[in-house]
């Protein structure tokens, strides 16, 4: 890839469902590694009411930011034999970031009354090569205290 000239670039964007197989927003990859492997940031985009989740990384940590919209971040974190549940309320119209380490099992609830956007900077960038990277909670598996 030539880095000294102006070009367009593909910027891969996905719709997304919930469990139930309804939509409930988009993704769009927006910064790629160099060798195009691996995305680096991300924009998570979240319908009205709707809610993405949940899943936990086991190699990576998230950092969230909100740019549009009102977004409430679930998470549930291991201590012991339990899940524990706790709530960040992330609005753009307050600066903030909201770290999650890996390992973090997290659910996206849009809680304004438009399109809610969270763009994420995965450390490491997120990487397709790794499999079972990602793990799919339902909620009822968490509140049980199941590890996956």
């Known amino acids: 890839m030539e880095?000294?000239?102006v070009r367009l670039e593909p910027a891969k964007k996905i719709s997304t469902k919930d469990h139930q197989g309804q939509d409930?927003?988009?993704?769009?990859?927006?910064?790629?590694?160099?060798d195009g492997a691996k995305t680096e940031v991300y924009l998570s985009a979240a319908l009205p009411d709707a809610f993405k989740g949940y899943h936990l990384?086991?190699?990576?940590?998230?950092?969230?930011?909100?740019?549009?919209g009102k977004m409430k971040i679930i998470t549930y974190q291991r201590e012991g034999e339990k899940w524990i549940r706790s709530e960040n309320i992330l609005d753009s119209s307050i600066?903030?970031?909201l770290f999650i380490p890996k390992g973090v099992a997290t659910g996206l609830e849009n809680i304004g009354n438009e399109e809610g956007w969270l763009v994420n900077y995965p450390d490491p960038a997120y990487d397709p090569a790794l499999e079972?990277?990602?793990?799919?909670?339902t909620q009822d598996e968490l509140e049980l205290g199941i590890v996956k």
């Open 57 to 68: 990384h086991r190699v990576r940590a998230a950092r969230y930011v909100c740019l549009r």
């Open 132 to 137: 079972d990277e990602q793990v799919e909670y």
């Open 24 to 34: 409930n927003g988009w993704l769009m990859e927006m910064f790629k590694s160099r």
């Open 95 to 97: 600066s903030q970031r």
């Open 3 to 5: 880095l000294d000239k």
